[in-house]
């Protein structure tokens, strides 16, 4: 099977190791998840808000539990996966912070990609228009957009700083989906980058390099 | 199928030997009552067993033999249907205790010549279980590709994957839980309650009398079928509706539709089904605890589970509710095997699994096509 993957997912895909245990939170229609299975036999699982998307998932014979990352995660074993990745999904949680201290509880690696905040476009259409950016990533008006928890690729890696996790990788992907890495270029990345994607780890542990 | 003979359109098999039971009791020639649909490969490996609830039979997916209604899962089994009948060989038994020819306390004891009645040997949901694994042996299936059944069926369903895991390769557990609650409990109560206080129930010895407990029997239903159904399913179906009249009867007749349909369901019941049955089946599904009969955490029940699970609740269940579903997909989350869970948005309560639901559908025919890939077969 060749499906085409979202550019975001592909670089996530690339992050994960063949034959590794992967849970997908929000994983949708299930693409990522049958193109790891496909492509490097990971023995995935997913966790879908939506109802229409938990039966596309099994029907392609995927394991997909419906719920919600901002209250089912604590059900999920410590040290249950090699991988989570929550991509796209963080800044519409409820509590970010809880929700990625769950995910490095649960898993050895976490994937986590978010629309970055810090992308010149939103800065400009504050300081020049003096309002909310609504962008090809951020769509929806302040009142329906899901997302209610917006941070910068600087944030978030204040945040895995206070949370002590290790990132391994971090990439930025800018409006044409050309990816960049993030090391050495922070500041760049934070006004060119419209996604970061971000492999973590947790702190602490030597031996926590990706497979 | 050496032991299996046709009779009337009806099919049954007598176990080779005898049946032990959870409670220490065991039972001599069992016979076991039931239909199949479809075809089996001649590798065996599209064989699925369909659990009925409470008060269904085999009879899932043809004419009943006693109502002449078409089956009870006839919109999800056939050909084309969620559960093919094109592709899977399908087997529904009637569950041991049953009254639709399976070995059951209305069935003549062969040791007397007479209906057992009390006589029976309380059982369980695994003594039911250990039959029909019993039964397939007969059939010379070894390993089936599912097992599928709703509430009380569903708990066949979880026992299936509990004391047979290598025998059952995919289960769908629908609008059903790993323990009968107190509440759940509290209401076969109250239906048993009636049924011993019908004076013709005569001790569960009313087989060669006239007059049977019908009305205990009746009430029973009545009050099950409360619980069957959501608040808002009520409300749409009858509202305050009155039946045939516009203005109240003062007096203590049916005036309210909603008191006609019970009472219709509760007489149409009694000529189907067997008051003892009623009592024997309930007090199995009563003592229905699966990690509580293993004396370990449910998780551990399903430890190194090879089986793939889907479950499936519905949002007005309040008999099995969604929190029920989660228990187990929690358990078995913990111990990775493999689950998926699906609540769908339904507000016709605990019925629900066997109406038109069309996510329902959706969910199990997309499970079972997605499982057949990693099915090996007997």
Known sequence: MTETLRPDLKVIAD????????????????????????????????????????????????TVVQGDADLDLKDYPTDAFDYVVLSQTLQATRNPKEVLQQLLRISHHVVVSFPNFGNWKVRLALLFKGRMPVTKSLDQPWYSTPNIHFCTIRDFMDLCNELNAQIEQSVSLNAAAHVRQINGSLAHANWIGEQAIFLLSRGGSSNAQPR | MNDAAKHSGQLFLDLPGPLQLDSGASLDRVRIAYQTYGTLKSDKSNAVLICHALTGDQHVASEHPVTGKAGWWSNMVGPGLPIDTDRY????????????????????NPETGLPFGLDFPVITIADMVRAQAAALEVLGIEKLFAVIGGSMGGMQVLEWAASYPERVHAVVPIATAARHTAQNIA?????????????????????????????????????????????????????????????????????????????????????????????????????FDLARDRGCPLAEVFQNTPVRFCLVSFTSDWLFPTTQAKELVRALNAVAAHVSFVEIESSRGHDAFLLDEPEMFDTVRGFLRGAEPAFKGA
Not at chain 2, 231 to 239: N, P, R, S
């Open chain 2, 89 to 108: 060989f399908v087997i529904c038994q009637n569950v041991l205790g049953g009254c639709q020819g399976t070995t059951g306390p209305s069935e003549i």
């Open chain 2, 187 to 287: 209401f076969h109560e109250v239906g048993r309650q009636a049924i011993k206080a019908d004076p013709n129930w005569a001790a569960g010895n009313y087989y060669a009398k006239k007059e049977k407990p019908t009305n205990g029997l009746a009430v029973a239903r009545m009050t099950a079928h409360i619980t069957y159904l959501s608040e808002q399913a009520l409300q749409d179906k009858f509202g305050r509706n009155f039946q045939d009249r516009d203005v109240a009867s003062f007096s203590f007749e049916a005036d309210f539709q909603v008191e006609s349909y019970l009472r219709h369901q509760g007489i149409t019941f009694v000529d189907r089904f067997d008051a003892n049955a009623y009592l024997y089946i309930t007090r199995a599904m009563d003592y």
């Open chain 1, 15 to 62: 992050f994960i190791a063949p034959d590794a245990r992967l849970l997908d939170i929000g994983c949708g229609d299930g693409s990522l998840l049958a193109y790891l299975r496909d492509a490097a036999n990971v023995d995935g699982r997913g966790m879908e808000l939506s109802q229409s998307g938990v039966n596309a998932c099994v029907a392609k014979g995927l």
